[in-house]
């Protein structure tokens, strides 16, 4: 009778056996790889979501002020011969045009601002202010050695595939000029209308992941009617 309940005691004490352990610690594993990777792929949603939603807003704010300062050209005028066109020139990746904007005093003097792209492939306004010459005549020169540069917008995704630049020059007819390296010619540039900017923002020059892409075709209305009416 005692041996037999020295064994029911000792039966009854018996824990974990070795199998049953690594069984335990395997669940527990693999339940931990299922949360750590669920944690770890929300973590990127999120981050990826911030990402996209700052290119958006970035995109956006650069978009306006483009279209701002592309609405506001108009052709700079000479004095016994024509006008200069409002674009000086038409490039895929850089514009340069004459407009009044920002005018600060009663002399309404016009300047002239370059859209272009860095090294760094931000986009750069860069503005010359004007210098009357000679006083009176309505003609404006512009000051080489007197800018203000500002940055418009983050990394400017380069085309691919067939994509627009950043700069396509259109007609009045709606018909599309793709610029070329060298850029428009003068009488190109005579006759255009709006310019069309595509737009695409991503964090840097390799996530393309959260790339955005925002287009408008801006109208630039201070031209003569018979450059942009039907």
Known sequence: ???????????????????????????????????????????????????????????????NEVSRVIRAATENPVSGAANQPALESALPESVTLY?????????????????SLDTSRRLIETQWPAIESPVGSGFFTFSPTSSSTRIMAGTVAA??????SLFTYVLKDGTELTAPSAGLTLDQRDTIAAV???????????????????????GMPNLPVFRTGP
């Open 196 to 218: 069309k900017v595509t737009m695409t923002l991503q964090g840097s020059a390799t996530d393309s992941r959260s790339a955005v892409t925002l287009q408008n075709t801006v």
């Open 159 to 164: 085309p691919t595939g067939g994509a627009p």
């Open 99 to 115: 407009a009044y904007i920002n005018l600060v005093s009663s002399a309404e003097l016009p300047v002239k601002i370059r859209l």
């Open 1 to 63: 009778m005692i041996t037999a309940g020295r064994r029911r005691s000792t039966g009854g004490e018996q824990g974990l056996s070795l199998v049953e352990l690594l069984v335990a610690m395997l669940l527990l594993a693999i339940v931990a790889t299922m949360i750590s990777g669920l944690y770890l792929s929300t973590m990127r949603t999120v981050s990826q979501t911030r990402i996209v939603s700052a290119n958006s807003r970035e995109a956006s704010n650069g978009m």
